[in-house]
């Protein structure tokens, strides 16, 4: 008797996990990530967005990730910061056990933030 009840509970157990959805890899490192660049507060937004682009001599080609906004936690970030911008989300995305690709596009998005479509795999 008690064999049978834990052949049944273990079967359910196995239906269940069948039937429940997938989460993505993706989904796990959605978030926001503190980081320090050159001695100041960044933080990092992690998460599903476009497909992001780089640039090669045969045109633009897609690059396949999360996006990655940064902002500067005191003073906003600015057009002319985007190579600090770009280090903060590469340390945002490594520290989240993924890739990140330095060759896609970053974009300064206004209001301080700037943005790396695709970037973080």
């Known amino acids: 008797m008690r064999v049978a009840g834990i052949i049944g509970m273990v079967g359910a157990g196995v239906l269940s996990a069948c039937a429940a959805p997938s989460v993505p890899l993706a989904g796990a490192a959605s978030g926001r990530v503190p980081v320090a660049v050159e001695g100041k507060a960044f933080l990092a937004e992690i998460g ?5 682009v780089r640039f ?5 080609v897609p690059v396949r990730g999360m996006r990655v906004a940064v902002r500067r936690a005191a003073v906003p970030l600015d057009y002319s910061e985007g ?3 770009k280090e903060a989300a590469a340390l945002a ?3 989240q056990g993924r890739r990140f690709d330095g060759t896609a596009h970053g974009k300064f998005a206004g209001a301080g933030t700037w943005e790396f479509a ?3 795999a």
């Open 48 to 52: 599903p967005g476009p497909d992001g």
């Open 56 to 60: 090669t001599p045969a045109g633009a």
């Open 83 to 85: 190579r600090v911008a």
């Open 93 to 95: 995305c490594e520290g």
């Open 118 to 120: 695709g970037a973080c």
